[in-house]
């Protein structure tokens, strides 16, 4: 079997991201899980009208550099390309900083669109897409903007409303270890959404420290089997 | 002016809430302060939902490790037992009813226990992160906030004009001034700052509160 997912560059790994892609982007917050490298890789390769999936949609240039001098941190860099078209996450903007983010400035400005979602809830979603399920039913969001135009339900004299799938042509993420066939590991906090989105989206692509020969990494600790990674990329820490 | 009580404390006063062997999760802001305040007699596992359970303090400069994160992104330290697992399963255990306790932060609190605590006028591109799932799942939701907004405003209401979290969640308000329980009859006010009088309160409180019979000072 010759399938080979091994690719010598970022760049490389994210050449075929076309125009109007839905894009699934790993990681938490600005910190810890965030396949930086792909990320900044697919600003440079330039596809647009994205629909980007995220937690967060990234703090930007002037308070990433705050925070890393030198180092972009996050996936703020593309919205402040103009590559993308929709966010769909829980943490567009953070309501406790100054408005500076791009994506909140885009979205003031009329020119991408938002679509909040509880946490909770995009993570399920992406699990559903994983999982070839319809949707499911939450009490999350019951009584708040979150239940607009949804459909509700009541089990067991509780109170739920319906929540549909997420998928998307790539996920970009990023694990700890990979060996060559694909089987990943994380490394603490950094796992966060990088499973799910791995396990949601046709074409997964992820950014790892180490790549391991087949056979390396143990089969009991293994937490994203194999075949839903695609392409893998090693950046040494 | 009279003195209120500054963050540490309230934080303080709200770990007093944690008991023993309770799983305890602190949401974005001030909530995160009590990661360092338990107090010494008792073992508490803090969940936070980008995947870790059973975390110790925040983590000093020589410590940091940005892949050891709490959800408000700030480096924590690892303690015998923390485990890691993914977003999805996080969620699990905060909707499914595992978790004993959330700290929340709060713009606005309603005398029912409505909270609003992620969106504001003005900033329509602000989200809920996990709090709505954290509001709806805990066992029992705690607030923690500052009495009034910058020009002594109520932010404790009788309805939420801000975006809500989610409808009667709230239990216990911890503020710089006082500790409310949110109950059937109303908002009852347990615990007052030192030096505050309860028609004092009341008139920077939109919602009516009724003093416990057993009213005493804030205690830590």
């Known amino acids: 079997m010759t399938i080979k997912k091994v690719f010598n560059s970022c760049d490389e790994a994210v050449a075929d991201i076309f125009d109007g892609a839905t894009v699934m982007v790993g990681g938490f917050g600005s910190y810890g899980g965030l396949p930086i490298n792909l990320i900044v890789a697919l600003s440079k390769q330039g596809a647009k009208a994205l629909t980007i999936i995220a937690n967060m949609g990234g703090v930007g240039y002037e308070l990433s550099h705050r925070i890393k001098p030198g180092g972009y941190q996050d996936s703020g860099i593309l919205f402040e390309n103009g590559q993308v078209r929709k966010f769909i996450g829980s943490v567009p903007a953070l309501g406790g900083m100054p408005p500076t983010s791009p994506l909140e400035r885009l979205y003031n400005e009329g020119r991408v669109e938002i679509e909040t979602v509880p946490q909770g809830t995009l993570a399920e979603r992406l699990r559903c897409g994983a999982g070839g399920l319809g949707g499911f039913y939450t009490p999350v969001g019951v009584g708040t903007i979150v239940e607009e135009g949804k459909e509700k339900k009541v089990i067991d004299g509780r109170e739920y409303i319906l929540e549909l799938p997420l998928t998307a042509d790539f996920a970009l993420i990023k694990a700890h270890k990979a060996d060559a066939v694909g089987n990943l590991v994380y490394r603490q906090t950094a796992r966060c959404f990088n499973p799910v989105m791995a396990m949601a989206a046709k074409i997964t692509i992820v950014e790892v420290d180490e790549l391991v020969p087949t056979g390396r990494l143990d089969p009991e600790v293994i937490i994203t089997p194999h075949i839903y990674v695609n392409r893998i990329v090693e950046v040494p820490a | ?220």
Not at chain 2, 52 to 74: F, R
Not at chain 2, 167 to 187: F, H, K, Q
């Open chain 2, 1 to 220: 002016m009279k003195d209120r009580l500054d963050e540490q404390t309230i934080a303080l006063r709200a770990a007093r809430e944690f008991t023993d062997g309770s799983v305890v999760n602190l949401g974005y802001g001030m909530p995160g302060l009590c990661a360092n305040l338990i107090p010494g007699d008792r073992t508490v596992f803090f969940q936070s939902e980008n995947g870790m359970l059973g975390y110790g303090s925040l983590a000093t400069d020589e410590e940091k490790d940005y892949e050891l994160i709490n959800a408000s992104d700030q480096p924590v330290t690892p303690l015998p037992g923390t485990c890691f697992f993914d977003s999805a399963a996080a969620f699990d255990m905060i909707r499914g009813g595992h978790i004993d306790i959330v700290v929340l932060g709060a713009y606005q609190v309603s005398e029912t226990g409505d909270l609003a605590n992620w969106g504001r006028p003005g900033r329509p591109a602000t989200g809920m992160g996990g709090g709505m799932d954290l509001a709806v799942g805990a066992k029992k939701v705690i607030v923690t906030m500052l009495h009034t907004t910058k020009d002594d405003g109520p932010r404790i209401v009788r309805n939420c004009t801000y975006p809500l979290t989610a409808r009667r969640c709230v239990s216990l308000i911890i503020t710089d001034l006082a500790v409310m329980e949110v109950t059937e009859n109303g908002l009852v006010l347990r615990e007052i700052a030192p030096g505050w009088t309860v028609p004092e309160v009341q008139a920077l409180t939109e919602a009516d509160i009724k003093p416990a019979a057993d009213l005493k000072e804030i205690e830590l």
